[in-house]
């Protein structure tokens, strides 16, 4: 028995159906197809890049190095792209996407604008049936959810909003259109990732930038600029150790020295020589000067105290600088945030931070922010309010498996996968970077090729046993779901209210939802499994008799 379309009853039917055309559903497409598979893409936005076709927002760029942050798979491809910077900006992201799509062929087999609303398992015949907007029906016998863990944007219900005359932006799902803030006051709420990189931009253009602060945040100045030719062929030349390096040594899924000691075990003077040399250099390997940082408290403060003491030293006003100053959680526990002039930011004159930490937004009127009974006029106001990550976008479709039982009730007091990449009671269908997996933690792409593959591997193992249905042992789900927690409550990363966690959304269980252990040992940890037969996965061969293959 071959993996092949569903019965001809059907309309329409797939092998594989693919949700999202971000980084993942093009690379999984193109290994599909490379292997004979029927697929189709469904993708939501009109074009491929996922969260680079959304996430337009004045600043946007990765936070990982362009030349890291870019797919392995194709040597010709690694060898021909030339990145501009240190750290792209969004526009050369999804041009690279862009030219992905292309070179590859992609576009032919994805349909854009298209939300994927519903998958049922029919139990009898194998077969997904994938429900998309406007009612049309599509079979399929894999469902490949590679719909991105920071898709979802989230506007916060703040009192008044809508009763607010100006526009309101979310970064997360900005319009296609340039936006233009010359003359105008600003308002921009939230601290994160992208208020951080989207402020200092906001701030150069508008008459008045007002940033609302609820947390403040841990950043490292990005130092971006441009790569030289000599930069670029260096690392190309290089590319086969750091693609090995970042697969199976980095935890983090990106080239860098490790550590090879703890913070305490060098004298304050040595640590601060450290800590100042990674400030200089720039980039999220701050976190990787000690190999303690994010295990031991006292460790961790070392560095806290560092970056403490940098905002104090950029900005001008000690009442600001102090208020800027992140006291909530160690640093590294919410996703550390790569700036340019992020804290320089609040020297400006046009620039004035609110702190809605000790009195929050009471209303949003027709134009102001009121704190603590005072307005903050603005004529527009940014959402740089962050995702229901992680399991926001795949609760938005209405999945059901076995039994007609819902992911969405199933998740309801957190995930449950196995590895990440299945879940019990939902057979051929397997989620990409999903919670349970490193994702969010590592370099996504470096993660997106890891389960591709695998996930390719897997169906041409279906393929070639006969196998028809394949799900997680609910066994080995729980002891994998007991794991992931364990590894984490080893950490200092529950101690923080984040996006990890799901504490941004109100009443979403908090649970640490992204495997900590590490890039390299997490491969392992799947490699072992498949060459264990699938160890902890139930297969099934088919009930019924198949059609002809496709
Ligand atoms: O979102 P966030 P983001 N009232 O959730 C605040 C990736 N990314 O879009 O911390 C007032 O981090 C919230 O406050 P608090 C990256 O992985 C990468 O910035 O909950 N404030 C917080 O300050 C990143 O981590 C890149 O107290 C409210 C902010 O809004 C992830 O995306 C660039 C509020 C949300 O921060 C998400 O980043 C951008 C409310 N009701 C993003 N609700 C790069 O590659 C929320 N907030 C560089």
């Given at each position: 028995m071959s993996v092949q379309s569903s019965p001809?009853?059907?309309?329409?039917?797939?092998?594989?159906?693919?949700?999202?055309?971000?980084?993942?559903?093009?690379?999984?497409?193109?290994?599909?197809?490379?292997?004979?598979?029927?697929?189709?893409?469904?993708?939501?936005?009109?074009?491929?890049?996922?969260?680079?076709?959304?996430?337009?927002?004045?600043?946007?760029?990765?936070?990982?190095?362009?030349?890291?942050?870019?797919?392995?798979?194709?040597?010709?491809?690694?060898?021909?792209?030339?990145?501009?910077?240190r750290y792209a900006p969004q526009p050369e992201i999804l041009q690279y996407a862009n030219h992905v799509a292309d070179r590859f062929d992609l576009r032919r087999d994805i349909q854009f604008d298209t939300r994927v609303e519903r998958a049922m398992f029919d139990e009898r015949t194998a077969t997904w049936s994938v429900t998309i907007a406007g009612g049309k029906t599509v079979d399929a016998r894999f469902v490949v959810l590679a719909t991105g863990c920071l898709s979802n944007a989230r506007k916060p219900d703040i009192k008044g909003l809508e009763n607010f005359k100006g526009p309101v932006y979310h970064t997360g799902n900005w319009p296609h259109e340039p936006v233009d803030f010359t003359g105008l006051r600003v308002g921009l709420i939230g601290t994160g990732s992208s208020g951080i990189q989207s402020a200092p931009i906001i701030a150069g253009q508008a008459r008045h930038l007002t940033?609302?602060?609820?947390?403040?945040?841990?950043?490292?100045?990005?130092?971006?600029?441009?790569?030289?030719?000599?930069?670029?062929?260096?690392?190309?030349?290089?590319?086969?150790?750091?693609?090995?390096?970042?697969?199976?040594?980095?935890?983090?899924?990106?080239?860098a020295e490790q550590p090879d000691r703890g913070a305490l075990d060098d004298s304050e003077e040595e640590r601060r020589a450290k800590f100042r040399a990674r400030w200089d250099?720039?980039?999220?390997?701050?976190?990787?000067?000690?190999?303690?940082?994010?295990?031991?408290?006292?460790a961790n403060d070392t560095a806290a105290d560092f970056v403490r003491g940098k905002i104090a030293e950029i900005v001008k006003d000690p009442e600001t600088a102090k208020l800027l100053q992140p006291n909530s959680h160690p640093i590294g526990t919410k996703r550390i945030c790569i700036d340019t002039d992020y804290f320089a930011t609040f020297n400006r004159p046009n620039v004035s931070l609110v702190d809605i930490k000790a009195d929050p937004i009471e209303e949003i009127t027709a134009n102001a922010v009121r704190v603590a009974g005072r307005d903050h006029e603005v004529d527009a106001l940014v959402m740089a309010t962050g995702f229901d990550a992680m399991t926001g976008s795949v609760a938005k479709i209405d999945i059901r498996g076995r039994g007609g039982r819902t992911l969405n009730r199933k998740w309801a007091e957190g995930?449950?996968?196995?590895?990440?990449?299945?879940?019990?009671?939902?057979?051929?269908?397997?989620?990409?970077?999903?919670?349970?997996?490193?994702?969010?933690?590592?370099?996504m792409i470096v993660s997106i090729e890891q389960h591709v593959d695998w996930i390719a591997d897997c169906l041409v193992h279906m393929r070639e046993q006969g196998l028809a249905t394949m799900e997680?042992?609910?066994?080995?789900?729980?002891?994998?779901?007991?794991?992931?927690?364990?590894?984490?409550?080893?950490?200092?990363?529950?101690?923080?209210?984040?996006?990890?966690m799901g504490a941004n959304i109100p009443g979403k269980p908090r649970i640490f939802m992204p495997y900590i252990g590490g890039v390299g040992v997490y491969r392992r940890i799947c490699d072992d499994v498949a060459a264990k037969g699938y160890e902890g996965f139930v297969m099934g061969w088919a009930e019924v008799p198949q059609a002809a293959a496709s």
């Open positions: 001809a009853q059907a309309t329409e039917a797939y092998d594989v159906i693919v949700v999202g055309a971000g980084f993942a559903g093009m690379y999984m497409l193109h290994r599909l197809r490379g292997l004979g598979f029927s697929a189709r893409v469904y993708e939501q936005g009109g074009g491929v890049g996922g969260t680079w076709y959304w996430n337009r927002y004045p600043g946007a760029r990765c936070d990982v190095e362009s030349m890291q942050y870019s797919y392995s798979f194709s040597e010709e491809l690694q060898q021909e792209w030339d990145w501009s910077e940033v609302f602060q609820r947390t403040a945040n841990f950043s490292i100045p990005a130092r971006n600029g441009a790569l030289t030719d000599e930069e670029r062929n260096a690392f190309r030349k290089k590319y086969p150790e750091i693609r090995r390096f970042a697969r199976e040594v980095a935890r983090n899924g990106i080239y250099r720039g980039g999220l390997t701050f976190m990787y000067v000690y190999n303690n940082l994010g295990l031991e408290r006292a995930p449950k996968t196995y590895l990440g990449l299945m879940s019990a009671g939902f057979p051929n269908l397997f989620i990409i970077t999903g919670p349970g997996s490193p994702s969010v933690l590592s370099n997680a042992d609910t066994e080995a789900e729980e002891k994998w779901v007991a794991h992931v927690n364990e590894v984490a409550s080893g950490t200092l990363y529950p101690q923080a209210s984040s996006w990890y």
